[in-house]
C-alpha cells in the first residue's frame, strides 16, 4: 500500500499529495527567479514565504504591501523584496481610502524609493468602492502624481472569461471584457510617456492573438504572468502558442506569481499555499507535463456545476526553452523594473 500513499496529506493546495520540498529539487531551471508580483504583508508572512519561494529559486520579488510596512520588511530583507504602491485596503470603507489619502500614500511611497505604483480596476471594483474605474477623475489624478514621482504603473484590467460568464453576465453594470481593454488601450495612450505592466496577462491570457496585438499598439506594455489558478487553466489550453508568444515578445512578459503571503495564513496551510503556486508555474513553464494541477480551482465547478467543487485544471507544460526561461523568469523584470525600462525593440 505504501506506494499509493501520497507523499504529503492532501489538501486544497496539494490535491496530489506531492513532497513540495522534493519537487522543487526535481524541476530543471537553476537561472534564479524575479517574480514581480505578489502581495506579502509584513515581516513575519515574509519569513514564511521566502521558506516556499527560495526552495523554488525565487530570488527577488514585488509586493504590494501596506505603506506602513514597508520599512520593517526593508530592514529585515533589504533588496530581495521591493514595492508596488497600493492604497489601504483595511480602511476600504472610509471615504478617503481611495482619494486623498491614497494621493497621499503615492507620496509616501515615492519617498520610500517606491518605483511601481498599481492600479487596481477590476470589474469588481464597482462592487468594492465609487472611482475604481481605469479612467476615472481620481484615478487619472493619481496616475498624474505617480508618473511625476518617477513611477510606472502596474495595472489589473478585466477578469477571467469564466467570471465573464458567471458572475458578470449583468453587463450593463459589470461591463464586457471587450469594453475594459478599450478603457484600458486609452490610458495607455493618455499615459504614453508611462511603462505599464497589466498584472494577469492583461486579464486575457485566454486570448493571446488579442494580447499580440495590445503589444504590437503600445510600446510602453508589458504583462505579468500572475494568478496562478487563472493562467494554469488558460494557457494550459494553449502551451505551444504561449512559448511562441513569449519568444515573440522578449522582455515584455514578466514572470508573477500573485503569492498572498499573510501572517494570518493558518499553520498547516501557509507552506503549501505559497509552495504550490510555484510548482504549479515552474512546470507550466519548464516540462511538458500533461495531467492535473495540484489546486482546486473553484472556477471549473463555477461555469459547470456538473464538476465537482474540488476539481482541478488539466495542467499542460509548454517546455519553454532556455532563452525564453531566462527572459520570462528574471530578463525582462531586470530590464523593465531595475534597469529603467527601455522597450524592445
Ligand atoms: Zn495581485
Redesign the pocket.
Known sequence: MSSTQPASPINDNNRLGLDYRAEAERLPWRGGIWDV?T?IADPAAAERYFEAASLYGVERVWT?TQLEQVDAIRDAFGDRIAFIAVPNYEAKDEPDTFTTDWLRRIEGFAKKGCKVCKFWAAPRGVDFAPGLALDSPVRREGMRLARDAGMMFMT?VADPDTWFATRYQDSAKYGTKAEHHAVFERMLDEFGDVTWIA?HMAGNPEDLDHLQGLLDRHANLYLDT?ATKWMVRELSKHPGEFLAFCKRNPGRVLFGS?VVASPNDPDERWFDLYASRYWALRTLYETGYDGPSPIVDPDIAMVDPTQAEDSTARLCGAGFDEGTLRWVYRDAAKRVLVDGGSPVS
Open positions: 508580483h502581495h504590494m489589473h498584472a500572475s500573485d
